[in-house]
Structures are given as C-alpha cells and as structure tokens.
C-alpha cells in the first residue's frame, strides 16, 4: 500500500532501531500523547525494539478515555428520550457512564447509531425530520474541523433537527497541565494528526517555557523510531525544540481553512478532562451564531453522576503518572469486554493496549 | 403465489405447502413425501454433526448471500471435524412482507452451492413470522456426515505438538469487509467480495494426499485471532505467527487502516487453519495451492512450547506482541 509500506519497510526500521540503540547515553522517557500513537506503538511491537533505557508513556491523547462520565451520562439521558437518535463515533459506544453505557441503552431500545462523521449524522437527520439527531461531537483538532464544517452545513439548508453535544478539546492545555502536574518526561512525541490541522507551531511555548523537547510524529513504525531517534538527539544535545518528523503531512501553519472552520464555529471553554478536572481553555463549545444546533440549550437535562471507581487509576495513567501494570484493577476486574475505567475502553487507551498487545501485562 | 411473504404462509395449511413447493423442494431436490425427518439409510458409522444459524445483514453482498453462506458454513464445520459432509436440514424464519423473488434467488444459491459441494438438502421447516418480529430472514442450518477414521483426532487438535506448522489458506478479512460495505450505514464501498465458499474438496484433497494433519479449523466470526486462541488453549502450548507471511488483500488493508480495525480479528466464510507435523508443511502447501480456493496458502506459524498459552505474532517490522482474543465487537475508530 502506498504511503503504507515504505514505513513498515523492515530493514529501513532495524536500521532505525541500530541507531538509536547507538545513540542512547542514559535513561530516556518520552510521552506519546496521541492515543493513536499509544496503539501503533504497541500493535507494531516497538517496545520489542527499544533498548531498555528508552521508556514511551502514554498521555491523555485518546479522545475517548479523557471523556468525562458526565458527557456519557448526558448522551445516555438523551438516549432515553422519546423521538431521538443518537449519533455517535463507535468507540464512545462501551464507554462506562455512572450506571449504564451507549451499547447497554441501544440493547435496551435506544436509537444509537454509529457513524463515520458528522456529516452522516446530517444526513440521518434530514431522512428522519421528525426526529431530533443528536451528533456526539468528540475528538481533539483532528475531528473538530469536520464538526464544525457539519454544523455551517447544517445552518445553510436550515436543518432544525440537528443538534451537536460537543465533548470537542484542544491538545495543548492538556499538555501544559501534564507538564504542570510534574510528570518525569524528557520529550514529547507530539500528536501528527492534531498538528496537520494547527501546524507544529503551537507546540512551540513547550520547549520555550518549559525546555522539553517535542517530536511531530507520524503513525508508522519508521515514523515512530524515527521520531524517538530525533528526542534522543535533542536530549543529548541539550537542544530542545519542536521538529516535525511528520513531514508529509505537517507544516508550521498547518491547514489554516480547517482553522478558520473552527474558530468560525467553536470558541473555547473551561471543560472536565477525566483524571484532570477541570482544564481551563481547553474545551471548545459553539458560538453564540450557531448555539441554536447546541442540544444543552435546546433540551437541558440534570444528571447526577460519579467519579470512576475509586481504585481506578486511568486519572493517573492519562497524566503520565502511572502505567496500566500499576493497576490493582487492570486484568483483573477491568477487561476491554467489561471496562471499569476509560483507558480500558477505547482501542486507543492506554490499558486496551496493554491488554491486547503486551507480551508481559 | 403473491409477490411478498405473508402470515397465512406460515400458517402450516395449503399456502405453506405451496410456498414449499414452489420455492424449495425441486430446487433442494427433496424426495417426497416430504415426511417429518428424513430418513438416512447406510450411516452405521461414526457421524459428525452441526447446526449454524445465519442472521447476516444484509442479506445479499458481494460474493454471496445468507443462503449461500449457510450451505458454506455447515460444510465447512463438518470439513473441517474430519468429516465427509453429507446431508442439511435447513430451516427459515421469514418476515412478512418478504419478497418471494429474493427468496428464490436465495434458494437457488443454496442448490447451486449444495451441488458444488456435494450435499443434498434433505429435510427443513418454514415459518412466517410477523412484520417485526424478525429481521427480513433468518436461516438455520444443521448437517451431518461421515467422519474419516483416520481424522478423529482432527477437531480435539490430539496430535498437535511443537514444531508443526500453521498453514491457511488464502487472504483474511474479505467477507467482514464485504458485508461492512453493503451495509448503508456506513458509508463506504469497496471492491472487496465475500470469500464464502465450500471448503470440502480442498480439505478432501488435503487429507487424501498428505499425511500428518494434525487440527483444522474454519475461521469465521472472530477470525484468524480468536481460532489460534483457542488452538493454543486447546493443546496447552504456545503459537508464534510471522506478521508478513498472513495474507491480507490489498483493500482490505486500506480499508482497516481507515477504520481502525485489525484484519486477524476480521470475520471469514472460506478460510481454514490446518495445523501439519513439521516436514509435512511443504508437500501440502503444494496440494493446497494446487486447488482454486488453496492457491494463496502460506504457511504463517509454527506451535511452541509456552506454559502461558500465549499467541505471538513477530510483526512485518521486526517487533513482537501479542495476539488475544477479541473482545466484543470491533468499532470503527474515531480518528
């Protein structure tokens, strides 16, 4: 497959992997803070092919496993109501909510769909004009430009049946709170897909204000060791800065008409992360133009929720702080089929992929 | 007969006789009078026995449909016991309002597919049930045939043991790729058709020229992951796959790319494991190649000691996981 397989070339990747074998000279931990990364890593084996001194931790880059429960517990409250669908990106589908799941209220006769964008979601809705369609809006910078671009459309047929409830969030508040919260790391491994829309350079106040060193990275193998060559490098050479490994797809501006898409449409708020509370800014919530496809406006609903199992420690995990082997819960009581906490949840968490790829869980 | 299904011909009185008549019984070649059980003559031997129940959506893809599908299916399961399948009793749940026409097409599959395998349809039901109450066809198929003296240790995996070799058949993923892309709700199309097919004349084949097989088995709902699972469970060892020797189709590839899944766990309906004594691997890769649904076998695996029963897979780039066990269904990913 083209743009595929020169990056699983496996002679350019043993190359890669000599390397950095070479060029360690201490201890090294770098963050993956894309969930997406988090699962390259471990289906590729790439630990496999780390010297022992490189450590790769996971961050809270898996859209799904920062979700709050008060998100799931509002959509399942939706759910329940008469004449909705719910629409909805598959993996939020076993997300726990404090007492039930998506998956459990479609068993139980809820309308939950699952589509591959917001733009289906816009299409159920003028098919069933005596519904309302509600789009869970999820994702980081990477999805939120395809909302946003759903909503204008929305707008200009006039579709009144469609309402979004945006659990949408940028990447790098999140970061800073990571950093701020005093996790050990010597690098980040910066999320591709996210810089593709913002450009690398929002990035830039890590290594300035905080003198870490990031890598865009993208998701192939040869991306990946790639990019852990280049912290290495940075490392040793005291030389913190932002590089775009992923230069294929990144640029230092990024995709300024998908920006625009989104500054048009969303504009920031202060919203929960799970295992972080509340981060300021990093939440994006619609305009005052377009607060009419807000679901929360249209149809407020209460709900009551609580907090994950109290010896779940994905809060912990997602910072940085903790591995899944840390877990008293983690394949124990908590398994991909019945997840206690988030990580546990989406194919990208960090647990899921430990629990499905690792050789010793 | 009117163009649609309708309760009353599931009402057991003369349309019913009639919908049988008029869409089964030539097709299947029924010896009539159609009596409550067939009676099989010559069977004092040791028999295998199976049923499956095909609930596909849709009903039609590329490649097949759900009548199809539920003759492969049978035949395969027996194929794979050691077994020379023989006769299938067929049973339908259909919804009313059905289209009779497509529930022709869909017998006519099942004949079509019935002679190329080489069984005979020998006994079924039908009912009709209320618009509602099912979703447009259900069918439950239940088979029986011969099983080979020499191949009962076949489905138990007795034999198996460290150093054979993991043989399969062709490319994985096809068929759960197919259905996914007829499905409206998902909105994308491919190229890719279902690989359901009868595997018994290839199994036949194998079993007659080679000796040392050592397990079998088709892979079909949770795919090549789950039955390798299972295999190490069974025989309490260890198995390591090499990534790059599996084959996946190139649109296959793509499109578990886009949509996040992984094509081990992909559903099959024409793919099969033989497990082989080391040595043996060779000489039936070449039977297996040498027949149509056989001519992209690989050999892709070997069993290893391992008291963690675990299932290895050596990735394409030269990392190493693990492969487990799917858990519930695979979501297409977010991003």
Known sequence: ?361 | MNDFISLNQGSGGKLTHELIEQVFVGRFGMVKPLTDSAILKDTRCTLAFTTDSYVVDPLFFPGGNIGKLAVCGTVNDLAVSGAEPMYIAVSFIIEEGFPVNELVVIAESMAEEALKAGVRIVTGDTKVVEKGKCDKLFITTSGTGILNPDLEHISIARQVKTGDKLIINGPVGNHAIAVLGARDSLSFTSSVTSDCASLNHLIRNVTQNCNEIHFMRDLTRGGLATVLNELAAMIGGGIVIEEASVPVDEPVKGLCEILGFDPFYLANEGKVIIVVGAGEEKRVLDVMRSDPLGKYSEIIGEIIPDKKKLVVLNTSVGGQRILDMPSGLQFPRIC
């Open chain 1, 1 to 361: 497959m083209k743009y595929i397989d020169e990056f699983r070339n496996k002679n350019l990747i043993m190359n890669l992997a000599v390397l950095i074998r070479k060029s360690v000279i201490r201890n090294y931990t770098f963050m993956e803070v894309c969930g997406g990364h988090t699962a390259a890593i471990h289906r590729f084996g790439i630990p496999f092919l780390l010297p022992d001194n490189v450590r790769l931790i996971s961050g809270p880059g898996c859209p799904v496993c920062v979700t709050g429960t008060d998100f799931i517990d509002k959509a399942i409250a939706y759910s329940k109501m008469e004449k909705v669908i719910i629409c909805t990106f598959g993996d939020l589908l076993r997300v726990p909510g404090t007492v039930s799941s998506l998956e459990k209220e479609k068993a139980a006769g809820a309308d939950v769909r699952i589509v591959l964008s917001g733009l289906d979601a816009l299409d159920i809705a003028r098919m069933n004009p005596e519904n309302k369609v509600i789009f869970l809006g999820i994702g980081f910078e990477t999805t939120a430009p395809g909302t946003a671009a759903t909503i204008k459309q929305a707008e200009k047929e006039n579709i009144e049946n469609f309402f979004l409830l945006s659990a949408h969030k940028v990447m790098p508040p999140a970061m800073e709170a990571i950093i701020k919260d005093g996790v050990n790391i010597d690098g980040f491994i910066c999320p591709g897909h996210v810089a593709t829309i913002t450009g690398s350079s929002i990035f830039e106040f890590i290594p300035e204000s905080f003198y870490l060193g990031c890598v865009v990275a993208g998701f192939e193998p040869a991306d990946l060791l790639q990019s852990i060559l280049m912290l290495i490098r940075q490392v040793n050479q005291n030389d913190p800065k932002v590089e775009i490994q992923y230069n294929r797809a990144v640029t230092l501006q990024g995709n300024l008409i998908a920006q625009k898409l989104m500054s048009e449409v969303f504009e920031p708020c202060d919203v929960p992360w799970r295992g972080f509370g509340i981060i300021p800014f990093s939440g994006l919530m619609l305009r005052k133009n377009f607060e009419r496809f807000d679901i929360e406006k249209e149809v407020p609903v209460r709900i009551i929720f609580q907090e994950d199992n109290e010896l779940c420690i994905c809060g912990k995990i997602l910072r940085g702080l903790k591995t899944p082997g840390d877990c008293l819960l983690f394949a124990e009581i908590c398994f991909p089929e019945n997840p206690l906490g988030a990580c546990m949840v989406s194919i990208e968490g960090a647990c899921n992929t430990w629990y499905r790829y690792k050789l010793n869980k």
